[in-house]
């Protein structure tokens, strides 16, 4: 059964954004085309005509996570930086994997995987300092970048480890010195 071109592109759009979430939860290789296809509420059959590869998925997961960010940053950093530093180092935000940070989640499978998926997220993260950038305190276009690539490291990195330890102290207190050490962290 053909179906048409809107409900061949609403799949499209359907398969990339639970490909965003399930890449982020579990790794480029932490799940296959089947369960991906599977909670797009499609078949496997259907994924070529969609992507050339798995890679390709990858790549365009990754970009769609990090315009996702890009979104959330924008709307939390009018709210003020210190807002945002403050909800990006929360409990809910280390918590929901699937639907954080993309640059935490993805970075090492970015690291591992093909050259598309390395320009998509070093695209992503150019987009995310330029989000920074333009909130940091005055000064010179090369300061305020070189700050904003350090909060962004910073940050990124704590919520990292954060994760990945499994004391609730430590993770907290990670965030924390995080928190104290940036600019608009309040410490």
């Not at 994997?97 to 598309?116: F, H, K, M, Q, Y």
């Amino acid at each position: 059964m053909k179906v048409s071109r809107a409900q061949a592109e609403e799949n499209r759009e359907r398969i990339l954004d639970n490909a965003a979430q399930l890449f982020r939860e579990r790794g480029f290789d932490g799940i296959g085309l089947n369960d991906l296809m599977q909670a797009a509420g499609l078949t496997r059959g259907g994924f070529y005509g969609h992507f050339t590869s798995k890679d390709d998925l990858a790549a365009q997961a990754t970009r769609r996570a990090l315009e996702a960010n890009r979104e959330q940053w924008k709307k939390q950093t009018d709210r003020g930086l210190a807002a945002w530093v403050k909800a990006y180092l929360s409990d809910a935000h280390r918590d929901r994997i699937g639907a954080g940070c993309g640059l935490v989640a993805l970075a090492g499978d970015a690291a591992r995987g093909g050259p598309a998926v390395r320009e998509v997220f070093a695209d992503g993260v150019e987009s995310l300092v330029a989000t920074l950038q333009a909130q940091m305190p005055a000064g010179d276009a090369a300061g305020r970048r070189e700050e904003a690539l350090a909060m962004l490291s910073t940050l990124v990195g704590a919520l990292l480890l954060s994760r990945a330890v499994g004391d609730t102290g430590l993770s907290r207190e990670l965030r924390d010195a995080a928190r104290k050490s940036v600019p608009a962290g309040g410490g």
